[in-house]
Nanobody, 125 residues
C-alpha cells in the first residue's frame, strides 16, 4: 500500500503560479513512477505530468508543457508540481498518483495503482 496526500491547491489569478506537493508513505517510494492528473467538472481525468523513479525523466502533454514542472525528492518521499502561467482552463481537482510499472512514461490513469484525495486548483480570469 502507498498513501498519498496532496497539498498546495488554492485560488490564483490567471498568469499566477502554484506549487502542489504530494507526500507519499508506505512502500519503497523509488519503486514507483509518480504522476499528476487533473479532473474538471463534467470532464474526464486528464494526464498532467509524470516522473521516473530516479527523477531523471519527465513527460507532459502539450497543454501544460513549458508551464508545469514535475519533480521529486526521494529522500523525503515527496513529489511536486510547479505550475506557472496558470490559465482559467487549468481549473480542476489535481491528483497525485503512484504506478509500479517497469516502463516510462505512464500517461494513462489505468497505469497507476494508488491515488491521493485531490486538491482543488481554481484559476480566475
Amino acid at each position: 500500500q502507498v498513501q498519498l496526500v496532496e497539498s498546495g491547491g488554492g485560488l490564483v489569478q490567471a498568469g499566477g503560479s502554484l506549487r502542489l506537493s504530494c507526500a507519499a508513505s508506505g512502500r519503497t517510494f523509488t519503486n514507483y513512477v509518480m504522476g499528476w492528473f487533473r479532473q474538471a467538472p463534467g470532464k474526464e481525468r486528464e494526464f498532467v505530468a509524470c516522473i521516473s523513479w530516479s527523477g531523471g525523466r519527465t513527460d507532459y502533454p502539450g497543454s501544460v508543457k513549458g508551464r508545469f514542472t514535475i519533480s521529486r525528492d526521494n529522500a523525503k518521499n515527496m513529489v511536486y508540481l510547479q505550475m506557472n502561467s496558470l490559465k482559467p482552463e487549468d481549473t480542476a481537482v489535481y491528483y497525485c498518483a503512484a504506478g509500479r510499472v517497469s516502463r516510462f512514461p505512464l500517461m494513462g490513469s489505468e497505469d497507476y495503482s494508488y491515488w491521493g484525495q485531490g486538491t482543488q486548483v481554481t484559476v480566475s480570469s
